[in-house]
């Protein structure tokens, strides 16, 4: 067994961890549905690889993620951070032995279950009534919550990442920082991260889950970490990856830093434009020295961007972006999950499959040494079937990585595209073959293509699950098919009419993503290393000693004269 344990840091990490695990348990319900089409129940992706076995004190039998999800205290809404499988409570308080005085406990009521979660828990106890042999016996028609409303309520109000979340955790995955005193918002400050998991025993408890989930696997192929990449929790991940460097050297990191657009607002003064720009050097300079590849995720406004072509995105709701990078790393990933059939075979049903540490290997291992990659996405992907469509293939690939180059003529690139469900041209179902038949020919067509291109096809597509927003454009069908004419009126699609789509991702090590690193290290120089710089007070604040950033300023360098070697860089300690 090669297993992979999944961390998640911080309040947009989770939203997209909730609907990447809603994409997994619609899959496994699918799967399980001797109904269902074929290419759901013979997806062979390994489910055991992000999930755990286990059973509960009455002997129910439990299968849940390999999951380890950080957020701020209060941040689970309705749900409780112990879960509701194995019927524990939460912790309360210590027993209080240095003071002498009367204690009171204040504890405010617990939060209602919108009408999404009532309809779950409806679900959950009319299948173990089955079980039982009590069934009321209720049709679809009958309930008293309807899909429609369970949609629109969803689509109007989500507060938290766990109102849409139809996934049961294990007690030890959902860790809440409390103990801070202070709103969310004011958790926006590198410094303050760092503390946080200092401070007390929270870095030994993060460390501790993490442990659990590793120690009762057979063999860990690795981590695959979504992180907030703005706000003090990126600085919480940093210092959990430098534990994980020292515990677990050889395991290889792949890391999502995430970043919301509501986080990339303009900023109305100098001094706001010098705290978020050292907070993003400063942020991506710790994450990227403890992973083996890190792939940034997160445009500043997405519904203006390509990659929603066929979408209908509003930037302000962390439900609709993050669902998009969700079905990104759903694809991205499934390399890595994919069940291996040997070294030249395919299945009916995959292909291309990698493990996590041959997946870094494959994209930062080349002769640059690259570990910063691009996360491009066709969401749904245009058919396959003749010459216009394989252009529009590559046409419809846009990147989901911010400040990245456009039309980059770069001899040395290295790339990995996964496609699956796609589609041919008279809306069936295309072969393994004849994905693979189209992509050759694309590059073989094609005026500039990478050094080396690994392609990973499947021919199950993204499932679309009842609690995904409506953000689809009147020109996407029924199973994510585009469409010659759009279907009348106005409304975004959703759920209830889109069930499935097409997937084209693609991760890049490129010389396009030399924007993003060369805006990292002119600010560090900028503000943080020259004379007199406007933000060197600011960073001892955040607990950086001058040799520490000198360091940050080398890796950057490196990393910039990495992607174009012929450059004359200076060095920061020259």
């Given at each position: 067994?090669?297993?992979?344990v999944?961390?998640?840091?911080g309040g947009?990490?989770n939203f997209i961890?909730?609907?990447?695990?809603?994409?997994?348990?619609?899959?496994?319900g699918l799967?399980?549905?001797?109904?269902?089409?074929?290419?759901?129940?013979?997806?062979?992706l390994?489910?055991?690889?992000?999930?755990?076995?286990g059973?509960?004190?009455?002997?129910?039998?439990?299968y849940?993620?390999?999951?380890?999800?950080?957020g701020?205290?209060?941040?689970?809404?309705?749900?409780?951070?112990?879960?509701?499988?194995?019927?524990e409570?939460?912790p309360?308080?210590?027993?209080?032995?240095?003071?002498?005085?009367?204690?009171?406990?204040?504890?405010?009521?617990?939060?209602?279950?919108?009408?999404?979660?009532?309809?779950?828990?409806?679900?959950?106890?009319?299948?173990f009534s089955?079980i039982?042999?009590?069934?009321?016996?209720?049709?679809?028609?009958?309930r008293?919550?309807?899909?429609k409303?369970?949609?629109?309520?969803l689509?109007?109000?989500?507060?938290?990442?766990?109102?849409?979340?139809k996934?049961h955790?294990?007690p030890?995955?959902?860790?809440?920082l409390?103990?801070?005193w202070?709103d969310?918002?004011d958790?926006?400050?590198?410094?303050?991260?760092?503390?946080?998991?200092?401070?007390?025993?929270r870095?030994?408890?993060i460390?501790?889950?993490?442990?659990f989930?590793v120690?009762?696997?057979?063999?860990?192929?690795?981590?695959?970490?979504?992180v907030?990449?703005?706000?003090?929790?990126?600085a919480?991940?940093?210092d959990?990856?430098?534990?994980?460097?020292?515990?677990?050297?050889?395991?290889?990191?792949?890391?999502?830093?995430?970043?919301?657009p509501?986080s990339?607002?303009?900023?109305?003064?100098r001094?706001q434009t010098?705290f978020?720009?050292?907070?993003?050097?400063?942020?991506?300079?710790?994450l990227?020295?403890?992973?083996?590849?890190?792939?940034?995720?997160?445009?500043?406004?997405?519904?203006?961007s390509?990659?929603s072509t066929?979408l209908?995105?509003?930037?302000?709701?962390?439900?609709?972006?993050?669902?998009?990078?969700?079905?990104?790393?759903h694809?991205?990933?499934?390399?890595y999950r994919?069940?291996?059939?040997?070294p030249?075979?395919?299945?009916?049903?995959?292909?291309?499959?990698?493990?996590i540490?041959?997946?870094?290997?494959?994209?930062?291992?080349?002769?640059?040494?690259?570990t910063?990659a691009?996360?491009d996405?066709?969401?749904?992907?245009?058919?396959?079937?003749?010459?216009?469509h394989?252009?529009s293939?590559?046409?419809?690939?846009?990147?989901?990585t911010?400040?990245?180059?456009?039309?980059?003529?770069?001899?040395?690139?290295v790339?990995s595209m996964i496609?699956?469900?796609?589609?041919?041209?008279?809306?069936?179902?295309?072969?393994?073959?004849e994905v693979?038949?189209t992509?050759?020919?694309?590059y073989?067509?094609?005026?500039?293509?990478?050094?080396?291109?690994h392609?990973?096809v499947?021919?199950?597509?993204?499932?679309?699950?009842?609690?995904?927003?409506s953000?689809f454009?009147?020109?996407?069908g029924?199973?994510g098919?585009l469409?010659?004419?759009?279907?009348?009126?106005?409304?975004?699609?959703?759920?209830?009419?889109?069930?499935s789509?097409?997937?084209?991702?693609r991760?890049?090590?490129?010389?396009?993503i030399?924007?993003?690193?060369?805006?990292?290290?002119?600010n560090?120089?900028?503000?943080?290393?020259?004379?007199?710089?406007l933000?060197a007070?600011?960073?001892r604040n955040?607990?950086f000693a001058?040799?520490?950033l000198?360091?940050m300023?080398?890796?950057?360098?490196?990393?910039v004269?990495?992607?174009?070697p012929h450059?004359?860089?200076?060095?920061?300690?020259?």
């Open positions: 067994m090669r297993e992979i999944t961390v998640q840091v947009f990490a961890g909730s609907h990447f695990w809603n994409f997994q348990d619609e899959l496994l799967a399980s549905d001797p109904n269902n089409d074929p290419v759901f129940r013979n997806q062979c390994n489910m055991d690889v992000l999930y755990r076995t059973e509960t004190q009455q002997g129910i039998l439990t849940t993620p390999r999951l380890v999800s950080v701020f205290q209060g941040s689970l809404g309705s749900m409780s951070s112990r879960g509701v499988l194995y019927n409570s939460s309360g308080p210590s027993d209080v032995v240095t003071w002498s005085g009367s204690v009171s406990t204040h504890a405010s009521a617990p939060r209602k279950k919108n009408l999404f979660l009532q309809r779950l828990y409806e679900e959950e106890q009319e299948s089955m039982n042999g009590t069934s009321s016996g209720k049709s679809d028609s009958q008293e919550i309807q899909d409303d369970i949609v629109e309520l689509d109007n109000h989500v507060e938290f990442w766990t109102d849409f979340s996934v955790y294990h030890q995955s959902l860790y809440e409390g103990g801070l202070m969310p918002q958790f926006d400050n590198y410094g303050i991260g760092k503390d946080a998991f200092s401070e007390g025993f870095g030994e408890e460390c501790e889950r993490l442990r989930f120690e009762e696997s057979d063999h860990i192929q690795g981590f695959q970490f979504v907030d990449d703005s706000g003090g929790f990126s919480v991940a940093a959990l990856l430098e534990n994980i460097a020292d515990e677990y050297a050889n395991t290889p990191v792949l890391l999502f830093a995430v970043r919301s509501s990339q607002m303009n900023l109305r003064s001094k010098i978020r720009e050292l907070h993003d050097t400063v942020s991506f300079s710790r990227a020295s403890f992973s083996k590849l890190i792939v940034p995720v997160g445009l500043p406004f997405l519904s203006e390509k990659a066929f209908r995105i509003e930037n302000e709701k962390p439900y609709h972006c993050s669902a998009v990078y969700a079905a990104a790393l694809s991205a990933t499934l390399p994919m069940e291996p059939v040997g030249t075979a395919d299945s009916f049903d995959v292909s291309g499959a990698v493990d540490n041959g997946f870094v290997q494959m994209l930062a291992g080349q002769a640059r040494q690259n910063v691009i996360l996405a066709a969401m749904p992907a245009p058919a396959l079937n003749g010459k216009q394989e252009q293939l590559l046409g419809n690939l846009h990147p989901l911010p400040e990245v180059s456009e039309d980059v003529e770069d001899l040395q690139a790339e496609i699956h469900g796609a589609l041919r041209s008279d809306g069936h179902c295309a072969s393994i073959s693979k038949e992509v050759n020919a694309i073989g067509h094609a005026i500039t293509r990478p050094m080396f291109c392609l990973s499947a021919r199950c597509p993204l499932p679309i699950p009842l609690p995904y927003p953000i454009g009147n020109l996407v029924q199973y098919e469409l010659n004419s759009p279907f009348v009126g106005s409304s975004p699609r959703g759920p209830l009419e889109v069930h789509l097409p997937m084209a991702v991760l890049r090590s490129s010389s396009a030399l924007p993003f690193l060369e805006n990292r290290l002119g560090l120089r900028r503000y943080g290393l020259q004379r007199g710089a933000g007070e600011l960073l955040w607990g001058d040799d520490e000198y360091d300023g080398e890796m950057l360098s490196k990393m004269s990495t992607m174009k450059s004359e860089i200076s060095s920061d300690s020259d």
